[in-house]
């Protein structure tokens, strides 16, 4: 699979990001680190997008901003084609990103102090949102094995009490990569149904499936909880295009859309036109290099993987989504495994930001000579030489 992986010069040269802001970058700057920690790609956008954004700024005004007309439309007819499922237009509203749009499904779906559960390791704000909204996070571990990270659902029961009113689902799952099935999905509508809680769904993963997997977007369920459900999606991983800030909320009752702004309490601003722009683009004409990019992600995870294999001490479950290995490095004994990443050149995200120490997180979305040499300091931190 790997051996006779055809190169792709859409991925192979990238523009130097140093001095140019990026929060990547920017964090070990002036040091010989490579940074693989946050989810950013390095790769530069695709042409389609950016002749969009091109145009936009041609037009040359920049006013307040709402859903552009083809906004709407441009999601529901990649949704269609890629995942099968067709959302009414209208139930979909421009957030400037889904981190903003969980804090808000927080305050207008959970009262003080109620719990949002979520399954643990997760992505960082996923812990520290409910609590910033004066809500409770209850995490609920994920049950680990050597091939996935999957539901544990008797720890999930034992996690209810009669304050959790939402569910906040990674779906794909960052940082173990899990995709979750049809029939894992229908029994968590179940659960939340039978507890009287909502469902938001994070689906800002779900165009990065490896393996030709598909994904099953949580509110295309014929169930009751999924017609209730709330869907967070974007562009922003796919297509590298997080510092546009444009994300879109899937909101099926209409007196919550009429809300969804003002719950924001005047500190969320309007998503910005180039964002609108490179949205649209992406969702109507970026699928050919979607497809591209999924077959070198496909092919970094496995490098990712052969490497670990071989580094005594360190174990990932192959993950079937994202461009992120979550990697269990308790094994080796080193009592700070991302102290001693950094100190062999590497910076992968620390697990303890998850939720579990003894992890590291590598993005793999660099060249991919970059992530070669990446593997060489990943030996090297843990004496695999
Ligand atoms: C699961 C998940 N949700 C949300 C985000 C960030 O979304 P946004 O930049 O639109 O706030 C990320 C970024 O890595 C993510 O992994």
Not at 84 to 101: H, K, L
Not at 129 to 153: E, H
Not at 256 to 262: E, G, H, K, V
């Amino acid at each position: 699979m790997t051996a006779s992986f055809p190169p792709d010069p859409a991925f192979a040269d990238c523009p130097d990001r140093r001095d140019t802001g990026s929060e990547k970058w920017d964090r070990w700057a002036g040091r010989d680190i490579l940074p693989l920690w946050v989810a950013d790609m390095d790769f530069r956008a695709a042409d389609e997008l950016l002749a969009a954004i091109r145009q936009r700024v041609d037009h040359g005004v920049f006013g307040y901003t709402a859903d552009p007309p083809g906004f709407a439309p441009a999601l529901v007819a990649h949704l269609e084609s890629l995942h099968g499922w067709s959302p009414d237009p209208a139930s979909i509203t421009g957030t400037p990103g889904v981190v903003t749009g969980l804090a808000i499904t927080a305050r207008l779906l959970a009262a003080a102090d109620d719990g949002i559960l979520t399954f643990t390791p997760v992505y960082p704000p996923f812990l520290t949102l409910p609590g910033l909204a004066g809500r409770r996070v209850v995490r609920v571990p994920l049950a680990q094995s050597a091939a996935a990270w999957t539901i544990d659902w008797d720890r999930l029961e034992a996690a209810v009490t009669p304050q959790s009113r939402l569910f906040w689902l990674c779906h794909p799952h960052n940082p173990t990569g899990t995709v979750f099935g049809r029939h894992e999905l229908l029994r968590l509508a179940d659960f939340v149904e039978r507890h009287g809680m909502t469902m938001v769904s994070d689906e800002i993963w779900s165009d990065l499936l490896l393996d030709g997997l598909p994904h099953i977007p949580f509110a295309s369920l014929d169930h009751p909880a999924a017609r209730r459900a709330i869907t967070l999606t974007a562009p922003s991983k796919t297509w590298n295009l997080a510092g546009l800030a444009c994300a879109a909320a899937i909101v099926p009752d209409a007196d919550l859309r009429r809300r969804w702004r003002p719950a924001g309490g005047g500190l969320v601003p309007m998503v910005n036109p180039l964002g609108y722009a490179a949205a649209e683009a992406a969702w109507r004409h970026g699928d050919d290099w979607r497809r591209r990019l999924v077959r070198i992600l496909e092919h970094h995870r496995d490098l990712v993987l052969a490497a670990v294999a071989q580094i005594p001490g360190l174990a990932a479950a192959p993950p079937a989504a994202t461009y992120l290995v979550w990697i269990d490095c308790r094994g080796s004994g080193l009592p700070d495994p991302q102290a001693a990443c950094e100190a062999a050149g590497l910076g992968p995200s620390d697990g303890r930001d998850f939720g579990l120490p003894g992890f590291i997180r590598l993005n793999t979305a660099c060249p991919t000579p970059r992530l070669e040499e990446a593997l060489r300091r990943l030996r090297r931190a843990f004496g695999g030489g």
